[in-house]
């Protein structure tokens, strides 16, 4: 449900100040997301593990400009407290329009290869419980006929591949509950987005020795896809055609290759 | 990478600290020259250090975006803590235009904050692209200096943390003796976590400005008095030439404009200097037709005009990677204060000096310090002319003319800078900064910097190539 709407002196371009719930809120994408979002005079509530790095960011957001801050700490991997918590998150923001999940962990890949406990966790933490937080927010929207759930999902869930593929399964199990949550629901007046990113400069790509996109590139294209209510996004543009190569290599190749 | 059962219970998660970043892409200082192997690790948090330096026996050394020119911002085999992403707003007074920061953040990222609300920093050098903490740690200027003093002179408060946990609020009044260590103190006697910066208030991106050309150190001089109430002066004055042309340049001066403007953010740079130019680029002659066609740029001998204040503060941040122009050997810079008993003849003496080498580069600034005292032990403005001179590095010539230069800057009772600097030697050190034994006592036993290496070395050991 949108607010009233308040003239902001910043942004003339934003006419609602949006109430938007943040899970996962101190990772280095949405954090950037949510920069551009207190710019705009947006109400947050922001939800991490951390309380230190929780109250720096609510700090930072705060004197961005954003016209309310709220935050919760609380381990979003603990499923039995979500829906306490998102209750209590929507009450503070008195409504909800955009719940924007950047909730996951990297993994340690060939740890997980070897013990199955920290498998389970990567696929727990990524999979498991944003299906959890997912289902809460999509009967939520759905009941009032409105609502974005933004959700960060990644382009290693198209194909498993030897260097991820815990994390790329843990996404691909995501997306694909996302297409299915989409399916259902779009026709209901709510909006799915999965957000597919590359590798981001951030810290939790902090030791890959890679190619990295700017996160407050990334952060603007997201805001921008949540605007234009658009079902998918790559980001950066480049790993559309990028995945759609990598998806149609056949196996028989694929299986040979280092990726 | 095998993992036995012995492995220890960690679960990687985005809040693991930091992990090294191993090989290329190697941090550089601006000069790109000395280049040394380093490991960066990266801080995100406040927390993160000292959890960084946990299971290091290395030094290490904090550092912000690279653009002091030397080893000021190096630490040859070392860890290099970048403070980049460690750059949250904390508070924000309008009131007072105290704005509280963590030290990483870029004076770009202060200015798109600032802007719009009608604030402005209140010193800036000549690049947007250095953090807080490296504008602290350099206790940097600007075209200011005369009405503003230096950087450190607008930072209310700061809180240190030292490798061994401690932390401490630092302040004109609070741990004073602090305080003063670390404004100018190079990023060495310990992180600087967060700072406070008093900003001062503007009513439009607009600068007046004016350019009037000169003829020698004489006709600077009478410039610069005629106009000593104007906020931002600085000028740019020709190296090369000589003769009737010897010192001749431009007088650049500007105040904010009072007439109420836009206060909308700056554009994101859109040139990038695309490669290392080749070796041969800049020479004599190039030069010498840059700085004709610089002088002669404006048409008339006094010109008045309105600039956007990007143009006027930063242009060469309009080029990223400008420093590539001067090819993969790197540029080094000289840049003296001389006390006013002997700037003058000093001035002449070294532009002198500079001209007859035939070395210097088109990017040569001249301006006058003001005589409000900087606040830190180590920080190099002085009350007299400070001058400053990017060269390209040629092998066999440009370190003895440093060398030379140096040496008579000493003998002029000047200093060099060291965020500038790859040449000084021990001695020349040891007596532009007859403080440093006691800042000494000040440094974090985990902390040190190639350049403090090298300054600090009694075998007085010289930069060769």
């Known amino acids: 449900m949108s607010t009233p709407a308040l003239p902001d002196a910043h942004n003339p371009s934003a006419k609602i100040t949006k109430k938007i719930l943040v899970l996962g809120a101190t990772s280095g994408i949405a954090e950037a997301t949510c920069r551009i979002w207190a710019a705009q005079g947006a109400q947050l509530f922001l939800v991490a593990r951390n309380p230190e790095k929780l109250a720096a960011v609510a700090a930072d957001l705060q004197t961005r400009g954003a016209s309310y801050v709220g935050t919760a700490v609380a381990d979003l991997d603990d499923t039995g407290k979500h829906a306490e918590l998102l209750s209590h998150a929507i009450n503070s923001l008195t409504g909800m329009d955009i719940a924007y999940l950047a909730y996951g962990v990297l993994g340690d890949q060939p740890r997980a290869e070897q013990d199955f406990e920290h498998a389970a966790q990567i696929l727990h933490s990524n999979f498991v419980a944003p299906v959890s937080l997912l289902t809460w927010l999509a009967n939520f929207c759905v009941q009032r006929h409105a609502g974005v759930l933004a959700v960060i999902s990644s382009v290693a869930g198209e194909r498993g591949r030897k260097s991820n593929y815990l994390y790329g399964s843990s996404k691909a199990g995501l997306t694909a509950f996302l297409a299915g949550l989409r399916n259902r629901i779009d026709r209901e007046g709510v909006t799915v987005l999965t957000i597919k990113p590359g590798p981001v400069a951030t810290a939790m790509t902090a030791h890959m020795n890679i190619k990295k996109a700017d996160v407050n590139s990334v952060a603007q294209a997201i805001v921008k896809a949540i605007d234009a209510k658009r079902d998918n996004l790559y980001v950066p543009a480049i790993f559309q055609p990028i995945m759609f190569v990598i998806r149609n290599i056949p196996d028989r190749i694929f299986k040979k290759l280092n990726l | 990478m095998s993992l036995s059962a012995a492995e220890p219970e960690v ?145 209310p408060c700061f809180e240190l943390v030292r490798s061994d946990g401690t932390r401490r609020l630092c302040s004109r009044t609070e741990n004073p003796d602090w305080y003063a260590a670390t404004i100018g103190g190079m990023g060495l006697t310990g992180l600087i976590a967060w700072a406070q910066l008093r900003l001062r208030p503007i009513v439009s991106r607009g600068i007046d400005y004016e350019g009037i050309q000169f003829h020698g150190i004489d006709e600077f001089l009478e410039l610069k008095q005629k106009y000593h109430d104007v906020e931002y002066t600085v000028s740019w004055v020709d190296c090369v030439s000589t003769g009737k042309n010897f010192a001749r340049g431009i007088f650049m001066l500007g105040n904010h404009a009072k007439v109420p403007g836009e206060l909308k953010p700056s554009p994101e740079p859109k040139l990038v200097f695309p490669f290392d130019a080749p070796a041969f680029a800049l020479n004599r002659f190039s030069v010498s037709a840059f700085n004709t066609v610089y002088f002669h740029k404006q048409g008339k001998a006094h010109v008045k005009a309105v600039h956007d204040y990007e143009p006027f503060f930063y242009p060469l941040d309009a080029v990223l990677h400008w420093n590539r122009m001067y090819g993969k050997r790197g540029l080094v810079q000289f840049q003296y204060a001389i006390p006013w008993e002997r700037a003058k003849e000093g001035t002449i003496a070294i532009l002198r000096e500079i001209a007859k080498s035939g070395l210097a580069s088109f990017l040569a600034v001249l301006k006058a310090f003001g005589d409000i005292p900087s606040l830190g032990m180590m920080s190099f403005p002085q009350a007299g002319i400070m001058f400053a001179l990017d060269f390209p590095i040629k092998p066999g010539i440009t370190f003895p003319l440093l060398q030379r230069l140096g040496d008579m800057t000493l003998d002029y009772g000047g200093r060099l800078y060291p965020a500038k600097d790859a040449a000084m030697t021990a001695a020349q050190f040891q007596t532009f900064y007859p403080a440093w034994q006691r800042f000494a006592r000040f440094r974090d036993p985990m902390l040190t910097s190639s350049f403090w290496e090298r300054v600090t070395d009694s075998t007085g050991a010289r930069p060769t190539l």
């Not at chain 2, 030094?59 to 460690?86: E, F, H, I, N």
């Not at chain 2, 202060?110 to 350099?138: C, E, H, M, Q, S």
């Open chain 2, 11 to 155: 679960l990687p998660t985005t809040s693991t600290p930091p992990e090294p970043v191993a090989g290329p892409p190697q941090f550089e200082s601006w000069g790109r020259y000395p280049k040394y192997g380093a490991r960066v690790v990266p801080l995100h948090w406040q927390s993160d250090f000292p959890a960084a330096l946990q299971g290091s026996y290395d030094s290490a050394l904090p550092v912000g975006l690279g653009r002091s020119y030397g080893d000021v911002c190096l630490l040859k085999d070392g860890t290099l803590l970048q403070t980049t992403g460690m750059n949250r707003l904390i508070d924000f007074d309008p009131a007072t235009g105290i704005l509280t920061a963590e030290s990483g953040i870029s004076l770009a990222q202060i200015l798109d904050f600032a802007v719009r609300r009608g604030f402005f920093l209140p010193v800036t050098p000549g690049t947007k692209y250095v953090t807080l903490g490296g504008a602290i740690a350099n206790d940097i200027h600007g075209k200011n200096h005369e009405v503003a003093g230096s950087f450190g002179n607008h930072v």
